[in-house]
């Protein structure tokens, strides 16, 4: 089984800060890395697929990079509705498996 | 429009078996792979399995294999989730999504498993 591990775990920034979430795969997954957005009694909502792909109707300011086992969802200039949960997941094997979250707390 | 319209929320005693489904619409629902995660209280995301609708091929992760059924009806264009041998820690929400991007979501239903 694929072990995606993220960092950190809580992060609690202002507006207009740079977030940087990591994800390491337990081994080499190419570009199947997924992001993933939850807010509070919501369904996740995908941010960037396969690494560094854009999702239509997602603010620009999500961007994604990554190759192999290293992988990373940047948020360039953070809104008060970016509070929120955040996930990696990995489609290169199953069984499928999802990071541990990043938590991001606007102060 | 895609959507994943999911059934209502289930209370079960430990021990019972519980169906829960997903409508697909506005999309080839034949097309895509639908997938079911489930997420417990204040927890994060958990992988249970999908189904390719077009074959009816199922994967299951290994933690839930055996007590665990997707199956698809094309005549509704609905898949369902059955959970059997309830215990008090599948008490969690259910997601549906589709595609292995996992690009569109249902809202989730709510099982609760208490005597």
């Known amino acids: 089984e694929i072990v995606l591990t993220q960092s950190p775990d809580f992060q609690s920034l202002t507006t207009k800060d740079k977030v940087t979430i990591t994800c390491r795969a337990s081994?080499?997954?190419?570009?199947?890395l997924h992001w993933y957005q939850q807010k509070p009694n919501q369904s996740p909502k995908l941010l960037i697929k396969f690494a560094s792909q854009s999702i239509l109707g997602v603010p620009s300011r999500f961007t994604g990079s990554g190759y192999g086992t290293v992988f990373t969802l940047t948020i360039n200039g953070l809104e008060a509705e970016d509070a929120a949960a955040y996930y990696c997941?990995?489609?290169?094997?199953?069984?499928?498996?999802f990071g541990g979250g990043t938590k991001v707390q606007i102060k | 429009q895609m959507q994943l319209v999911q059934s209502g929320s289930e209370l079960k005693k430990p021990g019972a078996s519980v169906k829960i489904s997903c409508e697909a619409s506005?999309?080839?629902?034949?097309?895509?792979?639908l997938h079911w995660v489930r997420q417990a209280p204040g927890q994060g995301l958990e992988w249970m399995g999908w189904i390719m609708p077009r074959t009816g091929e199922t994967i299951y992760a290994r933690a839930f294999s055996g007590r665990i059924v997707i199956s698809f009806d094309a005549s509704v264009s609905t898949t369902f989730l059955q959970i059997s041998s309830l215990r008090a820690d599948d008490s969690a929400v259910y997601y549906c999504?589709?595609?292995?991007?996992?690009?569109?979501w249902g809202q989730g239903t709510n099982v609760t498993v208490s005597s």
């Open positions: 997941h990995q489609t290169a094997t199953t069984p499928l498996t």
């Open positions: 506005g999309y080839t629902v034949s097309s895509y792979a």
């Open positions: 081994q080499n997954i190419g570009r199947s």
């Open positions: 999504t589709r595609s292995n991007e996992f690009d569109v």
